[in-house]
């Protein structure tokens, strides 16, 4: 429960945050699986 | 002799005649609705002032018309030259798409007398709407000049086909640009309209939703339609199999890497207005479905299908993005719509509103099949081999 608008903003961007950098961090094993066999293709 | 005798005969084959019903019968509800109006013609309220028409015909035709952006911009811009032979099937996808969703709003909107309204009476440049119909229109010229170079080919137009063809880099900034603007206006629609979309679908971040999908759209469109393409008009095809089926990959991987953004900027969309909680509802299982069946899903098969250079499974996960996106426009535009009314106000499109949506693609296919039958679109004119 939030009392404050600022509780409810620490909260949503912390979370956005989190998120944020979990993209970043699933996109390297991401990028690297597609492109993996490029060039023995 | 045995020519008129033989052109009928070859007019009645199925698909002219199913084709040339289901044009009469949309002909004729055309009709009734300038006639009578919308009330005789739609199950459309003061509740639901939007429905099929807007949902399906603009919003799903314009996310899908955007592969010819796509490519033109890849090719042109990126110098990316092995997708030049999907260029041509992909503008006039696109043009016809665009123009078909001019039909479909004009048939909503009624009074195609005050189609040039906004633009020469009262113009409401604060509006979205204005955006989108300043947009769509110019865009749509833009699409119409990009097509002509096949038809100037076709008609042994010289000169024309070199001014037009002199304006290739200009025409596909502008289109980039009025695309980029309008494909993302469709969805900054729906920030007027916090109470009325559901939360899981309305965002602050919607025109970035919309943008980002549309990208998905087309290309998975161009795949679905060049893989089309090449059964049906076998006899038009140059490249061979396997050059589709390397530009089939391309385009894959570029699936994968644009749903997986979609995916991504999703998820923290709910996240930035703290919406988990209707994750737990039933419209948090139908987002959910759109989310992961029809987003994670082809993504991964795109992934898979790049990595492993799989060319059918990429063409699977192109059919089920189509689908999703055609998904995602219903539900933002009707099913998330109007949530909170109560089930006999909700809308469910009359027949005949689904009669005029079957006619308008319809009518796509069969000019399609029209043009690429007589102009160089699926090959090159042997007198302007590589140059287009």
Partial sequence: ?41 | MNQPAKSPARLLTPFNVIAAVILAGGAAIGLLRFIKGLGATTNLSNDVPWGLWIGFDVMTGVALAAGGFTITTAVYLFGMKEYKPIVRPAVLTGFLGYALVVVGLVVDLGRPWRLPYPFIVKAGPTSALFEIALCVMLYLTTLFIESTPAAFEWLGWKRLRKLVGSMTIALTIFGLLLSTLHQSTLGAMFLATPTRLHPLWHSTYIPVHFFVSAIAAGISMLIVEGSLSHRVFRDQVEISHEQFDKITIGLGKAGAVVLLTYFIIKVMAIGLENEWHYLATPYGALFLVELLGFVALPCFGFLLGYRERRPLLIRISAVITVIGIIFNRLNVSIFAYNWQLPAERRYIPHWMEIWVTVAIVTAGVVAFRWIVKRMPILHEHPEWRGVH
Wanted: charged share 15%; aromatic share 20%.
């Fill in chain 1, 1 to 41: 429960m939030y009392h404050t608008m600022q509780d409810f903003l620490t909260f949503t961007k912390g979370s956005c945050y989190i998120l944020a950098g979990l993209a970043v961090v699933i996109f390297i094993p991401f990028w690297l699986f597609l492109t993996d066999r490029e060039k023995k293709n």
